[in-house]
């Protein structure tokens, strides 16, 4: 496609996703220097329209970015009042007290929001900057330019033929160049991993770690509903199947965000996060709390588990990797916008700085120390051991040595006696052969607690234009059937959370497997868990994926 001729704009930066990070690149380019040009690219419908996050939103991200965040209107409106941590039986559940817990772990201060409210309350913020912010741009490629630096991406593809070719009605798109190029796309970004593939970003960093997380929005009976109210579980229904647990989050309007997390690297193919999610939901003290309400939202994304020593280099010449884009989340306390909204910052002032001393198309060496050295690197370094030892010792032992380690640190300022602890294989690798595995027997959703998953897409508002190409490219279209059917009971009918693979199997014909790509809401799941890693997720045209209201 490069052989197209597109218009080209101009910019001092060019940021793709407008998420967190790479809104408060944005606003703090502009806090900087009104006069630099920037625009933010954003392949959703309208800003907050792909955000799905818990969310429990440290405010230090916020605070170092906005100070006056509060008279300016920001969504935080639900200060956390409540903090709950159960592990879960089957039939029961055993709460932990809260002061064994390390300091960090607690929420006082911290507010239950809608990122997605959050994200669009920022944009607002940002034009009233003057940052020029396009939703409904995918940024499909990536422009280099002479000297091998990335200068630019294309965005704006629209009306592909179905085989990907150019028809009468494709609209080729426009090249966006920037003196440096944001990569804010979150987890698994398309653009980010093609960058850290071909700048060997990832050369001696542990691999990226990653959870699936699943999410619905309650509105429950105001007699159960306790604002503020942030509860944690672990334990059951997972057990020692995978790692994992579940988020409950009492919002403004008698509103309850019910999510769950199922680490990626589980190993038994058979597994089926959607189902272990449906399941929970029937535990005794969740379903108590859920009857008589109704789910009015559901959706899905990919999570970065790897932490501190997954983080790939940041920079590479005109390119930096910002929050989840490189992995900032801080795993036991399921927190990354703070990092996401630091990492724009940092991102920002070293861009300024550069374009102000005349320079493009470097790298931008400042802003890899800052996150690494700064409040970023110090949030991420101390919990680096938690991930590593639960995947390898299990839960109990996790929570026990995890928690000495967090305090440990705590207290020595940042030593442990782990050292660094390695993740080991990526979490496609750690998929377990089918014949290891007993297949597991999921209760069937009853309609009022759980769900079917389709049934379950059609709430999170997904669409995308038919007749465009499957934008989930196979390298090898046979392997689904050929490798993953045989060897993994092809698991991609089960990882997804949005039931877009199907392996058919009619009498007297081979198994086929089928690809809905429509029903995609964007998780980056595939992408990551095909154990043959035969699946690579590319944007399809702007606009299209879910619609997510206040996830
Ligand atoms: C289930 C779940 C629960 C979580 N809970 C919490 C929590 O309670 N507290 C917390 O702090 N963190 C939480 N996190 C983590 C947090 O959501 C992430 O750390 C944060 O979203 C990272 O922000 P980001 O700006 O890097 O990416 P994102 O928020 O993912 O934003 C990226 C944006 O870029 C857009 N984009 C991507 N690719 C392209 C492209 N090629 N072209 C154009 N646009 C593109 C996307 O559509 C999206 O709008 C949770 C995450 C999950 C999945
Ligand atoms: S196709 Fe892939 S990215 Fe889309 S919803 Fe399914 S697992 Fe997620």
């Keep these: ?61 916020l605070d170092a970015l906005i100070p006056d965040w509060k008279e300016k209107g920001a969504p935080l409106n639900t200060p956390v009042n409540e903090d709950n941590f159960y592990m879960l039986g089957e039939a029961g559940e055993i709460r932990v007290p809260n002061f064994p817990m390390p300091p960090l ?71 966006l160049h920037g003196k440096y190029v944001f990569l804010g796309e979150g987890v698994r970004g398309s653009l980010s991993k093609e960058v850290i593939e071909k700048y ?31 509860t944690h579980t672990m334990g059951w229904p997972l057990n020692s199947n995978a790692g994992g647990g579940s988020f409950v989050y009492h919002l403004e309007n008698n509103q309850v965000y019910v999510g769950f997390v199922v680490h990626l690297n589980y190993k038994n193919p058979h597994l089926f996060p959607y189902m272990e999610f449906q399941r929970f939901k029937h535990h005794p003290m969740i ?20 932490g501190y020593q997954s983080m790939p280099k940041l920079v590479a010449p005109g390119v ?51 996150v690494r050295g700064g409040a970023i690197g110090k949030d991420l370094k101390k919990v680096r051991n938690v991930k590593p030892m639960w995947s390898k010792w299990g839960l109990t032992a996790s929570l026990a040595l995890g928690g000495f380690d967090m305090w440990f640190q705590t207290l020595t300022g940042g030593f442990s006696l782990f050292g660094t602890l390695k993740h080991g294989k990526n979490d496609a690798e750690a998929t377990e052969e089918a014949s290891k595995h007993k297949p597991i027997d999921y209760p069937k959703p009853d309609g009022k607690l759980s769900f079917d998953r389709l049934t379950n897409v059609s709430f999170s508002m997904t669409n ?28 991609a009918q089960r990882y997804c959370p949005a039931g877009v693979y199907e392996v058919v199997e009619e009498e007297g014909n081979e198994p086929r497997f089928v690809v809905n790509f429509q029903n ?3 998780c980056k799941t595939c ?15 702007g606009g299209d994926g879910p619609n997510y209201p206040n996830m």
Excluded at 15 to 24: K, Q, T, W
Excluded at 289 to 297: F, I, N
Excluded at 332 to 344: D, E, T
Excluded at 471 to 477: F, N, S, V
């Design 1 to 61: 496609m490069s052989e197209i001729e597109r218009e080209a704009m101009e910019y001092d930066v060019v940021i793709v996703g407008a998420g967190p990070a790479g809104l408060s690149a944005a606003i703090r380019l502009k806090q900087l220097d009104a006069d630099l040009n920037v625009v933010v690219l954003e392949k959703g419908s309208e800003v907050g329209a792909h955000i799905l996050s818990g969310a429990v939103l440290d405010p230090c991200g």
């Design 105 to 175: 772990m607690n929420n006082h201060g911290n507010y239950i929001v809608s990122m997605g409210n959050v994200c669009r309350w920022m944009a607002e913020q940002a034009e009233e900057l003057g940052v020029e912010i396009f939703p409904g741009m995918a940024c499909s490629e990536l422009v280099y330019g002479d000297n091998g630096e990335v200068k630019g991406v294309v965005a704006g593809v629209f009306g592909l033929e179905e085989d990907g070719s150019y028809g009468p009605n494709t609209e080729p798109g426009m090249e």
């Design 200 to 230: 060997d970003l990832q050369a001696g960093k542990e691999p990226q770690k990653y959870g699936v997380g699943m999410k619905e929005i309650w509105e429950i009976d105001p007699a159960k509903h306790k604002e503020g109210t942030v």
């Design 287 to 306: 379903a108590e709390l859920l009857e008589g309400g109704k789910r009015v939202a559901y959706g899905a994304r990919a999570i970065t588990e790897g």
């Design 320 to 370: 930096a990797l910002l929050g989840c884009s490189a992995g900032m989340v801080n795993v036991p306390r399921i927190k990354g916008n703070h990092n996401a909204m630091l990492s724009g910052k940092a991102a920002a002032e070293a861009a300024f700085d550069a374009i102000k001393a005349e320079r493009s198309g470097d790298e931008l060496t400042p802003y890899e120390e800052d």
């Design 464 to 491: 995308h234009e038919e007749s465009q190409p499957c934008h989930l490219r196979l390298a090898d279209p046979d392997k689904p059937i050929s490798v993953n059917l045989p060897k993994f009971a092809e698991p």
């Design 520 to 522: 995609c809401v964007h």
């Design 527 to 541: 992408d990551i868990k095909d154990p043959s890693q035969n699946i690579t997720w590319t944007t399809p045209q």
